[in-house]
């Protein structure tokens, strides 16, 4: 819906009803009561059109401002991120990846930055925004950081185990 064209529509409804209410204060005396009922029901009509009219225009505007204000934040951030990983990142002041990971598709494309979520899936990150998914280690290790570690955990012990097996006194 164009806003332009709905307070067109808007504008015209005020009109009808002005008109109405115009005839009904000019031919008051000549009008019967039935008339004037009618007219009175046109007029309401006209109103009721006009301020719902003025409520989609209102839904529109608010749309309109938070897509503006989304492009504001993307075009701050367009000069800062980098793209590591397959993924856009915040980087601190020595050029390290520290914030995000938000997803490449969403700047690229819908200009939001949407931070990525560590998926059920082992090393799968999806966007909550677009439910694109990947598979990047970095990326999901930087989300689970505890998963990172139990993994390190799990090949010591392996490393330990295929010293012992290897060992002749362990036979
Ligand atoms: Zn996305």
């Not at 009008?31 to 209102?58: C, F, G, P």
């Not at 998926?119 to 694109?132: A, G, H, I, L, T």
Request: charged share 25%; glycine share 4%; proline share 5%.
């Amino acid at each position: 819906m164009d806003p332009v064209s709905t307070i067109g529509t808007a504008l015209a409804s005020i009109t009808t009803a002005a008109d109405i209410a115009k005839l009904l204060i000019d031919g008051s005396l000549s009008l019967k009561n039935a008339e004037w009922k009618l007219r009175l029901a046109d007029m309401a009509e006209a109103l009721a059109s006009t301020r719902q009219q003025i409520l989609d225009i209102r839904d529109l505007v608010t749309e309109r401002d938070k897509t503006i204000s989304q492009l504001q934040e993307a075009l701050s951030l367009k000069g800062k991120l980098i793209l590591k990983d397959s993924a856009y990142w915040l980087p601190d002041e020595k050029g390290n990846a520290v914030g995000g990971p938000f997803c490449s598709r969403c700047f690229e494309i819908d200009h939001v930055a949407c931070t990525l979520v560590a998926d059920e899936k082992e090393p799968q990150v999806k966007c909550p925004n677009c439910k694109s998914t990947f598979c990047s280690k970095p990326v999901y290790y930087h989300l689970r950081p505890d998963a990172e570690e139990a993994h390190k955990k799990y090949n010591v012990m392996l490393s330990h185990l295929g010293t012992q097996r290897r060992h002749p006194m362990s036979f």
